[in-house]
């Protein structure tokens, strides 16, 4: 199968990981910690999920004229990332965010920005036709909103599938909702855009219907180890996710949007999809660090087929006793996934039939 064309917009991060027992209160100083640096940053790790899950990836970003923006870039390049749209900044130094990582897998981060908040529409513009010949645009929320915004624009006047990561958290104006074909938040993204705490699968409901209303043409809440909640005009299901050990939670949503990326772009429908990007962001959780977490197609092959992978990982939240049949099952395994829900077997709808 031909690789899917994906084109990623944003930020390019060199992130430097303390690991340590627990995450230092403010004023406080811990020692004993372990020191790595990684290639990070949210546009940057995306793109590098959706390489190595099999997309064909151009990355839009701007990164410093420094070390960091040169590291950057050859790890790009080794990951066979197209890197054309991929600015050397004058001005700004390279991104750079500090990462605290304590035992139990939970993360604390602190960015500076740099050059990536020097992303501007007319980088957008210059790869107007990169955009237009791409299977999926992802983007995320780290460059300038009208730099993501304009990106959108091209996009839907192309006809190419949006799919915005809503992170770090911001309200969004309701025109680029509209122009959103798939919006992937996690619990407290989805919060912040409707006011409806996510807490449960009854008000990751709620919460994806809100985001439906203001035009967004699929909703998948991300749920950390229990899954991901999809939402769409026919849809409505948790996809569990998969029981691993957790070392370090960084990146796994970024891990998820670019094989979901990738998934759809091959055609997946969308459950599939989801289910794809579950097991390539239950991989990254499993290791340090952002990009060096993402894991590459075989892998991800490897723990959808293997036996261990079901029945899904944790029991799908608030299931209330009797409704246990409206949860999705996954069909043992087998290279071919196929999943099977309760809507009465009816065949999924192809990509197009979900997103522009
Ligand atoms: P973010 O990293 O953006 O906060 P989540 O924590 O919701 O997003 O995680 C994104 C996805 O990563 C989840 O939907 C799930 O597929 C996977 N994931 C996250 N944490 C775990 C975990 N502990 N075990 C298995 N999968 C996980």
Do not use: C
Request: hydrophobic residues 45%.
């Amino acid at each position: 199968m031909a690789r899917p064309k994906i084109l990623v917009v944003g930020s390019s991060n060199t992130d430097m990981i303390i690991k340590l027992d627990r995450i230092p209160q403010p004023g406080e100083t811990i020692l004993g910690g372990e020191f790595a640096t990684a290639a990070g940053g949210k546009g940057a790790n995306q793109a590098v999920a959706a390489a190595r899950a099999g997309g064909d990836v151009t990355l839009i970003a701007r990164v410093g004229r420094d070390m960091f923006g040169e590291k950057a870039v050859a790890g790009f390049v080794q990951d066979a990332i197209h890197v054309q749209h991929v600015t050397r900044d004058p001005a700004a130094p390279s991104g750079v965010a500090l990462i605290f990582v304590a035992k139990d897998g939970e993360n604390s981060i602190a960015v500076a920005g740099g050059a990536n908040g020097r992303l501007s529409p007319a980088d957008v513009k210059k790869a107007k036709g990169s955009i237009a010949g791409a299977k999926a645009v992802v983007m995320q929320l780290e460059t300038p909103l009208k730099t993501v915004q304009t990106a959108a624009k091209l996009a839907a006047r192309a006809e190419v599938p949006v799919i915005l990561n809503p992170a770090p958290a911001q309200k969004l104006p309701g025109e680029l909702l509209k122009l959103v074909s798939i919006l992937t938040p996690n619990e407290t993204e989805a919060e912040l855009l409707t006011g409806i705490a996510v807490t449960n699968e009854k008000s990751a409901a709620r919460a994806a219907d809100a985001l439906l209303a203001q035009g967004v043409e699929t909703v998948i809440i991300t749920l950390g180890a229990r899954g991901a909640y999809v939402a769409a005009a026919s849809t409505r299901e948790l996809v569990p996710g998969f029981r691993v050990k957790p070392v370090d939670t960084t990146a796994a949503g970024d891990v998820f949007n670019g094989a979901l990326a990738v998934a759809l772009g091959e055609g997946r429908p969308l459950l599939e999809a989801v289910r794809f990007a579950n097991a390539a962001a239950a991989i990254s959780v499993t290791r340090l660090g952002a990009q060096p977490s993402a894991p590459v197609r075989k892998e991800i092959e490897t723990l959808l087929a293997s036996p261990g992978a079901f029945p899904p990982a944790l029991s799908p939240v608030d299931r209330r006793a009797g409704t246990e049949p409206d949860v999705q099952t996954i069909s043992s395994g087998g290279p071919e996934l196929s999943l099977q829900t309760t809507d009465g077997g009816k065949p999924k709808k192809p990509l197009g039939a979900i997103i522009r």
